[in-house]
Structures are given as C-alpha cells and as structure tokens.
C-alpha cells in the first residue's frame, strides 16, 4: 500500500537509534561542560524531572533494563534530544570523527511543501514484477496490521514507532554497550563523564516532514553536494517520553564495560545512580527480570512494553546532507523499530507490516527475497516481513535477528547515487515450546483410613505458560464399580485461579472398622505458550 501527503498524515513515522541528549536536558541532568549545540530555555512543567537516588524498585528495573538492552544492539539510528522544541529544522550541523555534533550558521534545508502521490504508485508487486493478487485490495488498507500476539496499542494509547534502551555515555546514545576507557583516552580533557542507561520511545508522526535543499547546497567538486562545514541538518521534531538511570564516572573508575560498571553500583544500592523522567513512560514486562519465587531465580517471561502516557517533544530526526543533493538515494525510513513479531511458538510463522517511507526524490523500488514493493517519491508503502523461529526452551524466549532489504530507483535510468542501498530491520520475537506436558501418577495407600492428602497436588505451568488442559486419566478408586465419583468419592482436577497451573484433588470414605479404601488415577497437564 503507498500513500502520500494527507493520507501519510495518519501513518506511522520511522525512527530508528543512535541519539544526542541536548539542551534543557543537559542541564536539567547536570551534565559537565556546556552542550555543542545551543542551549535550549529553563524547561517548565513536563518537561525532565529529576527522581530520587535509585534505590528499591527502581534499581531493580535498572537492572532489568541492563538485560533488555541487549535486545536493541541493531537499532540504530541518529537524534538530537531536546525537550524543549528550541531547535529549527533544515539548520546545518557538523558531526565529529568521535560522533559529536556542533552547530553551523547554515540553514542547508527546508520543509517541502505536501504533494500528492501518482495515482495507482506503490501498488506491490510479485518477484517476476506483475502486480501480485490482491494488491488493489492491499492498496485501500487503513492502516499497518498487527502483528500476531502482538500487544495492541489500549484505548488513548499512542502508537508506539520507536523503542530503546541502551547506554549514553555524557549525551551521545552510544548502544547496548561500550568501553569506558576509550571515552577518557580518545583526545579527551574531561576527568568525569555521565553515564546513563535510557529507556525512550517515539509516538507516530502526526505529519511526517520531508526537507528540500536551500540555496546554501552547492554543488561539491567530487560530484554530490555540499553546505559549507554542515556534514547533516535537523529534521523533524519526534514526540515521545523517556527514563533515564545516570551515575557520574571519573578517569579513576573507568574501568571495563559501561553496563559491568552500571550494573555493579546498582547491586551495591550506590545512591549515586539516579533516575530523570522526560513526559511520561510506563515501563512493563521488562525482559530478563527476574521472577519472584522462581525456581533457580528464572527469568520474566513476555516482551519490553514500553507505554508513552505522556508524549512531550523529546528529539529532532538528524539527516545526511547528502539527502537532500538532486540526484540523492537517500535512505527511507522504516517504522515501527524495532519490528516485533509478537508472539510466536517453535516451528510457526509469524508476519509482520513495517511502513517504508521514501525520503528521496524519486520513486524507488523495495525488494526483500521475493517480496517488493514501489514507493512513490516522499510517499510510503507498507513490507511484508517473516520469520520461523527455532528453538528448544520450556518457557518464553526473547529472539532477535536482522534482515535486509534492497532499494533501488524505480527508473534504472535516474542518475541517482548510490545506485542501490542495502537497509538493516532488527526483527525480535517472544517465542517457545509451543505446549508444555506433564503425567505422573497420583494414588493413596490402600486401607481403611487412608492419607487422601497424598492425592492431592498442584502442579504449575514453566513461566510464560498457562494452563490448557488439567485432566485425571485411568482413574480408579475402591468403590463398587471403581468410580472414583460415586459411594463418596470425589476426583476434581481444575485450573489455578491465576490459569498458570492444575488443582488436583481426590476425597473418599474413611472406616475404622471394615473395608478398604483408596483412590488412584493419573494426573495430565497441558501447558501452552501464553507470553505477554
């Protein structure tokens, strides 16, 4: 399905993560020495808000965080975080070898006025290029379907096209993780730095921006373009909400890994890790938490939600200039990121919808293994992506992978450049044994009086199971007719009340005098994969 101008509106935006915290932040965080871009104005209500030292509960999702963070290695992607909206789209600004980005007095873009896309453009095509069955159909959808077990998005609610969680080393979002001493070595004066662990997530755009060139864009001798010293421009504002867990580091400390370093203040309770809210972010299912009472402290079953309660402008998209040079292929935008799968068993196939959204100004062509799609210059257009995940875990299974897929102008004859791209999707997927079973057979002494008690068990799902059948099989009690419900015998087998296990009971007649009493049957359960 393509879609443009009005209609794109509605659509999901793409994000994916390598990011700058700026201005407000920066100061309402206390970060060391002045930002590289200007500063934003105090910020008021809504803005950060800094929390109490870490401690308690909130260490512990610190530390959870730590583990899901491992999760969101592949997405990546380039921001600036700035609460409050200071920033101007189109401004110039020029990124250092070692990432840090500084202004330039140079607007090198603009937003570009909305058009409409060419009737009938991104209808999906088959591999031999015909236009595939049911793609007129595809074309009228309203939107990018969910994902099978996917969560979807609860009433008021916003849709969510970007999460991370990863670590920030002062105001650059570096990933799951890095070495410290590299950041007080590599041509650096600063004897202390922050480090932060982020959990952010971006909302849907509500009006996608594309960018034409100013008049500053020149062109450059080697071919391309140029916009004085500016090697990218601010795009377009992002709204969302984020939690950050931060700790000073000196030269003297940094030692190792910034998540080992994390990781070891928080299981010391170190008062100096504390906790900043920008908006408004509720943190739920945190992958790799453990689980109260679980045997051999196991792990937390379900996926990272990430619900924006409160979505507030957090970050500006930061472009290439070269995106904005005539004959550009620039990248296109893919959105949500990263691409979760929801839940899907060993051996199935899940599917999921990622929204391609073309940036350059030419209509492209999207292929990925026999799938593809055309995209209309600055519209959109909906990809198809699969995955059969395989494994043998009891219990839910966070799995992530990437894909690829090719872009290349729709024209082969447009003197675009690079003649092609190959663009990364992280794909995750909460997966497991399909169905989980148990059989052992239950009985009680034989007697006049016997322990009814020993009939009588409860048995409970793996963690990230529920209960889908609770059943006595070859049951046989000492009645008359060995009905174990009849001459006051009762066999029952019934789900928990949480539906995470089986409640077995077998009761009977007692005597003191003659006869002989006793049940005996065989307990089954059946547990199915229930991830969150």
């Not at 959870?64 to 997405?75: G, H, T, Y």
């Not at 691409?339 to 292929?367: F, S």
């Amino acid at each position: 399905m393509a879609v443009s101008g009005a209609e794109r509106a509605r659509r999901r935006g793409a994000a994916p993560a390598r990011a700058l915290l700026l201005g407000a932040l920066a100061s309402a965080l206390g970060c060391p020495g002045p930002p590289e871009v200007p500063a934003a104005p105090p910020r008021r209500s809504g803005g950060a808000a800094v929390l109490p030292a870490c401690k308690g509960s909130g260490c512990s999702q610190a530390g959870a965080l730590l583990a899901a963070a491992r999760a969101f290695s592949d997405v990546r992607h380039d921001y600036l975080l700035d609460t409050s909206s200071a920033m101007v789209p189109g401004r110039g600004l020029s990124r250092s070898a070692a990432g840090v980005f500084s202004p330039v007095g140079l607007a090198c873009a603009q937003p570009k006025a909305e058009q409409a896309a060419p009737a009938g453009a991104g209808v999906k095509l088959g591999s031999s290029g015909s236009a595939a069955p049911g793609a007129i159909a595809a074309a009228t959808a309203p939107a990018i379907a969910a994902a099978p077990g996917a969560p979807a998005p609860a009433p008021g609610e916003r849709a969510i096209d970007f999460r991370y969680v990863g670590i920030a080393v002062d105001s650059v979002l570096v990933g799951a993780d890095v070495d410290l001493p590299a950041y007080f070595s590599a041509g650096g004066t600063l004897d202390r730095r922050r480090l932060r662990l982020v959990a952010m997530a971006l909302v849907a755009d509500e009006d996608p921006q594309f960018f034409d060139p100013t008049e500053s864009v020149v062109p450059a001798p080697g071919g391309g373009c140029a916009c004085g010293r500016a090697t990218h421009f601010i795009g377009a504002v992002k709204r969302g909400a984020m939690v950050a867990y931060e700790t000073d580091v000196t030269a003297g400390e940094a030692h190792g890994t910034a998540i080992g370093l994390f990781k070891a203040r928080i299981e010391a309770g170190d008062r100096r890790v504390t906790m900043t809210s920008v908006g408004e972010l509720a943190i739920e299912g945190v992958e790799g938490a453990p689980v109260a009472g679980a045997k051999g402290g196991g792990q937390a079953f379900g996926a990272l939600r990430l619900e924006v309660k409160k979505a507030v402008p957090l970050a500006y998209a930061i472009y290439p200039v070269a995106d904005v040079c005539r004959f550009s292929l620039a990248e296109p935008e893919i959105a949500p990121l990263p691409l979760d799968l929801g839940v899907v068993p060993y051996g199935a196939t899940g599917t999921a919808q990622a929204l391609i959204t073309n940036r350059a100004q030419v209509d492209i062509r999207v292929t990925h293994g026999e799938r593809a799609v055309e995209v209309p210059a600055h519209g959109s257009a909906e990809l198809t992506f699969s995955w059969t995940p395989e494994g043998e875990t009891a219990g839910c299974e966070r799995q992530t992978r990437r894909e690829t897929f090719v872009v290349q102008p729709k024209d082969p004859a447009s003197p675009v450049v690079p003649r092609e791209r190959a663009v990364v999707v992280p794909l995750q997927v909460t997966t497991g044994m399909p169905t989980f079973s148990k059989h052992e057979p239950i009985a009680t002494e034989t007697g006049r009086s016997p322990d009814y008690g020993r009939a009588s068990v409860d048995w409970t799902c793996p963690a990230g199971y529920v209960a889908e059948q609770c059943e006595p099989q070859l049951a046989s009690c000492l009645s008359s007719t060995g009905s174990c419900n009849a001459e006051g015998y009762r066999l029952t087998a019934e789900a928990t009340a949480d539906g995470r296990g089986c409640a077995f009971r077998c009761t009977g007649p007692s005597s003191s005098i003659w006869g002989d009493h006793g049940c005996a049957y065989t307990a089954t359960m059946v547990c199915r994969l229930g991830c969150k």
